[in-house]
């Protein structure tokens, strides 16, 4: 295997670092550990998080990409970074839920926990000023984001995606809520899974006892930050048991 060597930084976001490499069409993505919830307002340093979302998007996205769905990830190159094509993010975060929580909840006034006959699949506009408003398809159309096509592309990937990760964690005994996943386009202009899949990007609740897994606890305040990395590292041990 090539050695890879790291150049300049690319983009940083709240959690993630990007760097060039010596090949053009590949990042190497850097897993930092800051925790953060309610765009950016609530933050904190939980050290060593970064291992655990490096190692749990690894484990996600290896399966993902064996089920032949197309995604950034090429491989992991130690405990805190991974080696990724090149691609450019479509700025749409894409939520699919199974089960009534979080904003939807309490946007339409109906309890968490309700079991969805259909998934429902929302789009956010990835805008700081803006806090990051949901939007529709027209919106996102409008304002030259994506093309009605892509987006129907997306739609029918993210709902593969939610099919076979919905089984991959319950037979983990863990179900999956709802979940948050972003696109981009490669050189080619195909559009993959990208960004990362873990205890920040889903809502994870026990089988068994319908406890919560995931940033809920730090969001919430429901548990200290050591907890936190409990059971993010909890989850990670459910993934590595086959
Ligand atoms: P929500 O209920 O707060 O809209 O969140 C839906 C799902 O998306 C939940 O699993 C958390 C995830 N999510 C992110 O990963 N990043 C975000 O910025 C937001 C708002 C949600
Ligand atoms: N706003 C998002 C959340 O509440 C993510 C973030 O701010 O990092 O999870």
């Not at 806090?131 to 027209?138: A, C, E, G, S, V």
Request: glycine residues 4%; hydrophobic residues 40%.
């Amino acid at each position: 295997m090539s050695c890879i060597i790291k150049k300049n930084i690319l983009s940083e976001g709240k959690t993630k670092r990007i760097y060039t490499t010596q090949n053009p069409l590949e990042v190497l993505i850097h897993y930092k550990d800051n925790i953060t919830a309610l765009d950016g307002l609530k933050k904190n340093f939980l050290q060593d998080k970064g291992v655990l979302n490096n190692e749990i998007t690894t484990l996600i996205f290896k399966f993902i990409n064996s089920c032949g769905i197309k995604t950034h990830f090429i491989r992991k190159k130690n405990n805190r970074e991974q080696l990724c094509h090149k691609v450019d993010m479509i700025p749409l975060e894409f939520v699919v839920r199974n089960i009534v929580a979080g904003s939807m909840s309490k946007r339409l006034g109906v309890k968490e926990g309700i079991h969805l006959s259909n998934p429902i699949f929302e789009i956010f506009y990835k805008n700081d000023k803006l806090k990051d408003p949901l939007i529709n398809d027209h919106h996102a159309v409008f304002l030259e984001i994506i093309s009605y096509e892509e987006l129907n592309r997306i739609y029918s990937i993210a709902s593969e995606i939610n099919h076979i990760i919905k089984k991959y964690f319950l037979d983990k005994n863990i179900i999956l809520v709802d979940f948050k996943i972003e696109f981009g386009k490669n050189h080619k202009n195909e559009i993959l899974l990208s960004d990362e899949i873990s205890p920040d990007t889903c809502r994870f609740w026990d089988k068994k006892t319908m406890k919560k897994l995931d940033k809920d606890l730090f969001r919430m305040g429901l548990k200290e930050k050591e907890e936190v990395f409990d059971i993010y590292m909890e989850i990670l041990k459910r993934l590595n048991v086959s």
